[in-house]
């Protein structure tokens, strides 16, 4: 079957680095995708990774190794807006994305 | 302002109900999705259209339809509504149907 696994909570301070990790389980793959939830609100796209390695984006990086089904979002310089939730999610051989139940984010002062 | 628009934002229903869920983007983007978000649950995937004129199933299809007569427009029926169906409902759009979804505002529906 398929399946994404992220921790359901971590706590990080402000101004420190936090790694959330995701493994995922999906039939074929076409990428890996990053999404940052504050509460109430709609998920926005941070990140896309297809191939092995490191993209980095300001604050954001995203990292993928497809031979252990792995990525993690690596978040540095922590601000208290960065308190969301971050929703791994895989997509398939059919284009359809599976979606982990999100990590929720807490930054303390 | 581009984007998704759906309506209501929020509703309470009384079970046995048919419910209308409008959904509505200006991107032109060819794939519509509707996803719903429960607590403890990753997004799951209700109904999905590639382009005007399709529509397929997603992971919970059962009591929901969806029709998909033009680009913009993504409407998700509830035929008769049940306390299960309680949950918050988004819209999102794809262009070219990439990973990269844009998401509506939400629809938070109760069923009692």
């Known amino acids: 079957g398929q399946n994404i696994d992220q921790p359901t909570e971590m706590t990080a301070t402000e101004g420190a680095i936090v790694q959330i990790n995701c493994t995922y389980q999906t039939s074929g793959f076409n990428g890996l995708f990053w999404y940052q939830q504050h509460a109430g609100e709609a998920p926005t796209f941070l990140s896309y990774?297809?191939l092995d390695g490191l993209e980095e984006k300001g604050r954001f990086s995203s990292f993928l190794s497809r031979s252990k089904g792995y990525s993690y979002l690596l978040l540095k310089e922590l601000q208290m807006k960065d308190s969301a939730s971050y929703l791994c999610a895989g997509m398939d051989s059919n284009y359809q994305l599976i979606w982990g139940a999100g990590t929720k984010l807490i930054i303390k002062p | 302002i581009a984007g998704i628009t759906q309506a209501p934002t929020s509703q309470i229903l009384a079970a046995g109900r048919r419910m209308t869920l409008r959904c509505t983007q200006d991107m032109r983007h060819n794939a519509m999705y509707w996803y719903r978000q429960d607590l403890g649950l990753g997004l799951r995937l209700i109904h999905y259209s590639n382009t005007a004129g399709t529509t397929g199933k997603g992971e919970v299809p059962d009591g929901y339809s969806v029709s998909r007569a033009n680009t913009d427009d993504f409407p998700l029926t509830l035929a008769s509504a049940v306390p299960s169906q309680t949950s918050v409902y988004f819209c999102?759009?794809?262009?070219?149907?990439?990973?990269?979804?844009?998401f509506g505002e939400g629809s938070r529906l109760t069923v009692l």
């Open positions: 999102a759009s794809s262009d070219k149907g990439t990973g990269e979804l844009f």
């Open positions: 990774n297809v």
